[in-house]
């Protein structure tokens, strides 16, 4: 990118400003400030959008669509500068004007259209697409109101809306022009003509879907590449209108607020599925909107229709989207003219799909009622599908017909979807080495059977642009300065610092930016919570959504025997801790919304006994999210992991952590072991029980609580307190969380790994003590981090299934 002169970027920043608003910059409001210099940057970047498109449309290189009920960006203007290559431009040429970039940065609504681990995954891909000159584009919804906001009241999770385009938004831009028309309900007429059978589909309900396009810049590359994200509008033309709803006012209204409510919310839960006909309507929506354009977008420029596998690649992140199959077999067949065979190719050769989570509760299956009657025509494709699907199955397995039930797509009167988006696919994949490991033996088995070659691992990644340059500049620069710059375009050279690692100066460096850090979180904790946090003291932050089998109770219940063990002995020698929690529960999920006024409340207790606060200090941030995020993990030492082995499918806030030189405590579970065999057993805490000790328990039982509780007196004590007043007036608080543990007997073994948590937990304050060891474990989990950089995540996507053209010149 040619980059700007400072004296260039101060006069042109200057005359937008007065385009904008009528006076001079330095008048203004910093909203106003943030708004003209986004404005500004959007503008230059039209030039380079136009610029990759015109290539794409020429070479006809293969382009990547990958679709996604969540796209979890965060804020853009920080990170656009950066891969702009004007970062420093721009904070130079403010400061001019006296003004601090960080305080317009502010100004900016975090794009929240995401739950967490799924929506930021798709986020850090479209980054990583367009630094590595991959011309792959996300495409979702546009809701008009994102995750909601999370205040805390009276210890307790509140909800309020995120009403995050209030004051507009830069980046995006309304392009009417190339809207498309969304068909739901009705009814399908079939014709026969001269022995082919054709489809009408009547009377339906017609959505108007139009899209916003926002630029995902690439790292100083001259790639800007698409998100396109739909928002459902009414549709507007008076004969269209009248066609479907003759007259009545009402129902106009009606019809038009029904239409709009299709992207009004992102649903804010993520591991329980519900059959909810918005959701299902919005996933048609969106996935409909998207293969119609992409498909238009296509012939525009000669596409050959046979070729469309060749040219396209469709990725469905999760099973949300898995519509893009029938969807795409609908448009060859009723609208191509295709036969079956040669849709089905197509098809099978374009589509692609990654699996999240294995908690069977989030496995998404649809009412056939409500499927054929909301999406009639698809539903008859779906049905076809599923009917040759069986077919074949016959073949492999004669007389097995529970066998070829349990992996139909239709059965006891439901649309799997999971098996839809496995049999519609060329490639299945998993998000860590353990989960594909579960995924093909256990969950999936019949399917690994059925089609072994589909099944394949791709381990998450994050963009180290983010979350290393952007968010941690003191912990860059040392980089740089030591290693050189090279990690940037290529974050495997990390690993030349690990030399480094062994080194008193360096140690003492890290120790310093990390403090740095930790100095800027205090402050935001006291801003926001106002408590007071010593620096000094050990950071460990255990944040990410709130869920039973991310075990934030296990967390607690450390720090309530820590409590009392502090009472009965003030003189015990432990390092002063911060334990720093965030994250949201599902506004429906009971027992994690317990779990927030639990830590909530541990914190109110600790915090105000003079007897142990100058030791520890129990922190609930609010409103946890990818701004909040960023100013987190750099100032973090130690990284909380500990989910149930085998339920947390990968994670990627451990690598964001790791990155940044926090040492992580973990089970072996997801990613955690792809991190633990990079760095070794010095270098991470593992405890816990393995993958086979809980498969086995969960195949064949023998686990009791009870029994746990009886053996180990400390632990009986500590679950106790959960019910005995100590933290909380109202003894029947926190009753929801004891009779998880108690009564149902605690389906993630909290109580089982108890103790080997605290015997590791003391082995980290021991290490803790020692400032230049704990310092190199830093430098050489930064060393390593680099193969967990989204770049590697994506060469390996687009060289093993999309076979993207470009790749050479990439790898
Ligand atoms: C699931 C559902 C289930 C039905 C209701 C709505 C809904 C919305 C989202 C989801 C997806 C949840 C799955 C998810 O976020 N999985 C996380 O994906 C991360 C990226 O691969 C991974 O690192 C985390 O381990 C995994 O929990």
């Known amino acids: 990118m040619d980059t700007m002169s400072k004296k260039t970027f101060i006069k042109n920043y200057q005359s937008k400003y007065r385009e904008l608003y009528g006076e001079e910059v330095e008048f203004g409001s910093n909203q106003q400030r943030y708004e003209a210099l986004g404005s500004l940057i959007r503008e230059m970047i039209l030039k380079i959008s136009m610029d990759t498109n015109k290539r794409y449309n020429s070479t006809k290189e293969k382009q990547i669509y990958y679709f996604s009920m969540e796209f979890l960006l965060g804020r853009l203007l920080g990170d656009t500068l950066l891969n702009m290559g004007m970062l420093d431009v721009c904070r130079e040429g403010l400061k001019e004007l006296n003004i601090n970039l960080k305080d317009l940065e502010e100004w900016e609504q975090d794009q929240g259209l995401g739950n967490g681990g799924l929506g930021r995954l798709a986020a850090c891909f479209l980054d990583s697409m367009a630094s590595l000159n991959i011309a792959g584009h996300g495409c979702g919804i546009r809701y008009k109101y994102g995750f909601f906001e999370q205040k805390i009241i009276n210890r307790k999770q509140v909800e309020l809306s995120d009403n995050w385009l209030r004051e507009g938004n830069v980046w995006e831009k309304r392009r009417q022009d190339k809207a498309e028309i969304v068909k739901f309900g009705g009814d399908v007429k079939v014709e ?82 519900e059959g909810k006909m918005l959701r299902l309507k919005q996933e048609y929506f969106f996935v409909s909107a998207g293969v119609q354009s992409i498909i238009r977008h296509y012939k525009k420029h000669k596409g050959d229709i046979l070729d469309f596998d060749e040219k396209v690649a469709l990725h469905i992140n999760d099973t949300h989207p898995t519509l893009v199959i029938p969807e795409l077999m609908r448009i060859l067949l009723d609208e191509e003219n295709l036969s079956w065979e040669e849709a089905w190719r197509i098809t099978t050769n374009t589509v692609s799909y990654t699996n999240h989570t294995i908690m069977s509760e989030a496995l998404e299956k649809w009412p056939v009622d409500m499927f054929k009657k909301l999406l009639p025509r698809i539903y008859m494709i779906v049905e076809e599908i599923n009917e040759r699907f069986c077919k074949s199955l016959w073949g492999k397995y004669i007389g097995q017909w529970d066998k070829i039930s349990s992996m139909a797509i239709i059965a006891d009167e439901y649309v799997k979807m999971a098996h839809l988006a496995i049999v519609g696919s060329h490639s299945v994949n998993g998000v860590a080495k353990l989960h594909t490991e579960i995924l093909k033996k256990e969950e999936m088995k019949d399917f690994y059977y059925f089609y072994p070659n589909k099944f394949n691992n791709k381990t998450n990644g994050i963009t180290h642009r983010r979350w290393l340059i952007k968010s941690n500049p003191g912990l860059t620069n040392l980089l740089c300065d030591t290693i050189g710059e090279s990690f940037i375009k290529h974050p495997t050279d990390l690993l030349n610092f690990e030399k480094f690692a062994n080194k008193t100066d360096i140690q003492e460096e890290l120790g310093r930016i990390k403090l740095e850090n930790k100095m800027n979180l205090a402050k935001i904790i006291k801003n926001k919570t106002g408590i007071i946090v010593d620096p000094n003291s050990l950071f460990d932050a255990h944040v990410k959504r709130i869920h039973a089998y991310k075990r934030q109770t296990l967390n607690c219940l450390r720090i309530m025997d820590l409590y009392n063990q502090l009472i009965e002995n003030p003189n015990k020698d432990i390092i002063p801790r911060t334990f720093i929690f965030a994250g949201k529960a599902a506004p429906g999920y009971y027992l994690a919304k317990n779990t927030i006024e639990l830590i909530n409340s541990i914190g109110e207790v600790v915090n105000n006994d003079p007897r142990v606060n100058e030791k520890i200090k129990v922190v609930f941030l609010e409103n946890y999210g990818v701004s909040l995020a960023e100013d987190i993990i750099p100032a973090t030492d130690l990284s909380e992991q500990i989910s149930t082995t085998t339920k947390e499918a990968s994670g990627t806030s451990n690598m964001k952590f790791m990155m940044n030189g926090a040492i992580t405590i973990a089970t072996l579970d997801g990613a955690n072991i792809e991190i633990h065999d990079e760095v070794g057993d010095e270098n991470i805490f593992i405890f816990g029980m393995n993958s086979r000790e809980v498969l086995n328990y969960i195949e064949n039982g023998g686990y009791s609580a009870v029994e746990m509780c009886k053996e180990d007196k400390k632990l009986e004590r500590t679950v106790g307190d959960l019910i005995n007043g100590k933290y909380c007036q109202d003894k029947n608080a926190f009753k929801s969380i004891y009779d998880s543990l108690m009564i149902y007997n605690d389906e993630f073994f909290v109580l089982k790994d108890f103790e080997s948590y605290l015997d590791i937990q003391r082995k980290v304050d021991e290490t803790f003590k020692d400032a230049r060891m704990w310092q190199k474990m830093c430098g050489i989990n930064i060393a390593h981090s680099g193969i967990f950089s989204s770049d590697r995540t994506i060469k390996e996507y687009a060289a093993s299934i999309w076979g993207s053209t470009l790749l050479y010149k990439n790898l």
């Open 192 to 273: 026969n003509v001269d022995g082919k059978l054709i489809f009408h589909h009547i009377n339906y309900e017609p959505v108007l879907a139009v899209p916003y396009d926002t630029p995902i810049v690439g790292y100083r590359n001259k790639v800007a590449n698409n998100l396109r994200l739909w928002s459902a509008e009414a549709v507007n033309n008076e004969f269209d209108y009248s066609s479907f709803r003759r007259g009545d006012f009402l129902k106009a209204i009606e019809y038009k607020n029904s239409v709009e409510l299709i992207s009004q919310v992102l649903y804010p839960e993520d591991s329980f599925y």
